[in-house]
């Protein structure tokens, strides 16, 4: 990504927007080398995949919507790198 170490809340916004496909790429459901979640051979064609996603989002908006979710440290947690691979800190702790 171009400028990865800089904050861009409308970085995936913008690649659908300005894609030619209408952001097909792009979605979450996609299947292609750079994106492997749901698989890029035969399990690919199946269309629980479709099912899953609808039922993350809308378990997320669940979550958010009946839910508080905050750090009780009041800052960010520091994140953990693993060679080039930046994941969220483990150890965080948050309030459900």
């Given amino acids: 990504y171009p400028d990865?170490?800089?904050f861009?809340?409308?970085?995936?916004?913008?690649?659908?927007?300005?894609?030619?496909?209408g952001?097909?790429?792009?979605?979450?459901?996609s299947?292609?080398?750079n994106f492997?979640?749901?698989g890029l051979m035969?399990?690919?064609l199946q269309p629980g995949r479709f099912f899953a996603v609808m039922e993350m989002k809308a378990t997320l908006v669940y979550l958010l919507m009946h839910?508080?979710?905050y750090n009780p440290e009041k800052k960010r947690p520091a994140d953990r790198w693993i060679g080039e691979s930046c994941i969220p800190n483990p150890t965080a702790k948050f309030v459900i």
Avoid: C, I, P
């Fill in 67 to 69: 839910y508080d979710v």
């Fill in 4 to 6: 990865s170490q800089t």
């Fill in 42 to 44: 035969f399990d690919s």
């Fill in 31 to 33: 299947v292609n080398n």
């Fill in 8 to 21: 861009d809340r409308f970085r995936f916004y913008n690649r659908r927007e300005n894609s030619l496909d």
């Fill in 36 to 38: 492997l979640v749901f």
């Fill in 23 to 29: 952001g097909a790429e792009n979605s979450m459901v």
